[in-house]
């Protein structure tokens, strides 16, 4: 749907060579998504930062593993969110009203979507082109459907947001391989002081990228 550079709404004219996961890194095995939710969120983040010629896409910079990780931590389980009854659907500056975590709506959102997809074209939807996955995202985000009591809009939320943390978190958390995200917008990274260089306007900042541990672009 968009590049990554859209993602962030910035641009770079160089591709990181180092972007891409290594061919002898093993591959990521899924502790929360089971295999048909892994293939639906793998089709899904693709198509939401797809590689282009600006930039690596979601898939080589590893989102579905961050997305992944994710499942496992406090957020995951709503321990950061006030989760309360009652759930009273009104303005948004009621905030979020629903009885579902990240890990529910997940397992919610990827399961309507799944079925949505497959009584509307008869196939799943890692098996569709990307077009037609555009369209049905475009769908998603739009709340063309309701999947029980969770609205369509409120998973494509999720998945998009949680596919920009992925792009563009330090690598420690599962994305940004090679710090290719970092790397496509500019971003110098964690560096820990950058007061020579606040008052320098115009100048080209001349340092990598560098993330948390120390790993450089």
């Not at 969770?150 to 939320?157: E, G, N, Q």
């Not at 949680?162 to 090679?178: C, L, R, V, Y």
């Not at 110098?188 to 900042?205: E, I, L, S």
Request: with cysteine; proline share 7%; net charge negative.
């Amino acid at each position: 749907m968009q590049g990554l550079a859209g993602a962030a709404a910035l641009t770079s004219t160089t591709l990181p060579v180092n972007a891409a996961r290594s061919a002898s890194e093993p591959a990521y095995s899924p502790t929360f998504f089971t295999p048909a939710e892994w293939a639906f969120l793998h089709a899904a983040c693709d198509r939401l930062i797809p590689e282009d010629a600006v930039g690596p896409g979601a898939i080589a910079l590893g989102v579905p593993e961050f997305i992944d990780r994710q499942m496992a931590t406090p957020y995951a389980f709503g321990k950061l969110w006030y989760m309360q009854a009652p759930f009273v659907q009104g303005p948004a500056n009621l905030g979020y009203q629903l009885p579902y975590a990240p890990r529910d709506i997940y397992r919610k959102g990827i399961a309507g979507a799944a079925a949505f997809v497959q009584a509307k074209y008869g196939k799943a939807f890692q098996d569709l082109d990307a077009a037609t996955r555009d369209e049905v995202l475009t769908g998603l985000e739009k709340g063309d459907a309701l999947f029980g009591d969770l609205p369509a809009k409120v998973f494509f939320a999720q998945l998009l947001g949680n596919t920009m943390e992925g792009a563009f978190a330090d690598p420690s958390h599962g994305g940004n391989k090679g710090l290719g995200g970092w790397t496509t917008i500019g971003f110098p990274g964690a560096r820990a002081d950058f007061m020579d260089w606040v008052d320098q306007y115009g100048k080209q900042y001349p340092l990598g990228t560098v993330s948390i541990s120390g790993e450089t672009a």
